[in-house]
């Protein structure tokens, strides 16, 4: 990772760790939503403009239309590597792409892998998306460590007319929910990465 996002890491950091421990009830995003409480508008567009840089590393972008359906994980190291998770639907065709960043000396190694999948392992995520309550998740918390891994997660979902939306972040997480849900989905896309990686030699 540049010096530059390892110095953005940091502040983050520090930067979570306060709103989590003074006397604001509620994260930035949260507060959106909720009238009875200030947004803290500085932090939240901090948080924002950190998860676009690591976005721009990973030459990546977010599915956008009013139609769209997709559910995209970012995990960044601290030490420079990372991975990207995006699964898309376009109506009944179901996609995968993977991109995987890893630091080689001055130069970032980038790869990537795109498959479709099927109708059942979508479900089968949407479905551990469910489980893990992440539609009503805190939308951001952070753990203070020396050397941290950060999460952040988006959802979109069309279902019964209704769009549902959803973004979290997540530092270094311990016993957190999401953070299992974060691990849950790394470890489910390496499945299917193998799988169709044999399928298709």
Not at 38 to 59: H, Y
Not at 86 to 105: A, Q
């Amino acid at each position: 990772m540049t010096r530059l996002i390892k110095t953005i890491f940091f502040v983050l950091s520090f930067s979570f760790l306060s709103s989590c421990v003074e006397k604001s009830p509620s994260d930035p995003l949260t507060a959106k939503e909720n009238t009875t409480t200030s947004p803290d508008t500085t932090l939240t567009k901090q948080v924002l403009w950190f998860r676009t840089k690591l976005i721009e590393r990973f030459n990546d972008s977010i599915p956008n239309g009013i139609d769209s359906n997709y559910y995209y994980l970012i995990f960044s190291s601290s030490f420079g590597n990372g991975t990207t998770v995006k699964f898309t639907r376009k109506e009944d065709t179901y996609f995968l792409c993977v991109k995987t960043l890893t630091p080689n000396d001055s130069i970032n190694r980038l790869t990537q892998y795109t498959t479709e999948i099927d109708k059942r392992e979508w479900y089968q995520l949407e479905n551990m998306v469910d489980e893990f309550d992440f539609w009503s998740a805190t939308h951001f918390k952070y753990n203070r460590v020396l050397d941290g891994d950060t999460y952040f997660l988006e959802g979109s979902r069309i279902s019964n007319n209704m769009k549902l939306h959803q973004l979290v972040g997540r530092g270094s997480p311990r016993y957190d929910k999401i953070g299992a849900l974060c691990d849950y989905i790394m470890k489910y896309q390496e499945h299917l990465v193998f799988q169709y990686k044999q399928v298709h030699k």
